[in-house]
């Protein structure tokens, strides 16, 4: 998606889904990981509108 000009992030990864991948040996370190849908917009500098 980079060379499109688009950033990826993957939002609330369940621990299970997590341990599932790492049995795989899926390698998820060059995926921008957040928790919540807040913590993305504040990692794309995005300001919260009250």
Same mark, same amino acid.
């Given at each position: 998606?980079? &060379?499109? +000009?688009?950033?990826?992030?993957?939002? +609330? !990864?369940?621990?299970?889904?997590?341990?599932?991948? #790492? $049995? &795989?040996? #899926?390698?998820?370190?060059? &995926? $921008?990981?957040? =928790? $919540?849908?807040? @913590? =993305? !917009?504040?990692? &794309?500098?995005? @300001? @919260?509108?009250?």
């Amino acid at each position: 998606m980079a &060379l499109l +000009g688009m950033k990826t992030i993957l939002i +609330g !990864l369940r621990p299970e889904f997590a341990r599932i991948a #790492v $049995n &795989l040996g #899926v390698d998820l370190s060059s &995926l $921008n990981t957040v =928790a $919540n849908v807040q @913590k =993305a !917009l504040e990692s &794309l500098a995005v @300001k @919260k509108v009250v």
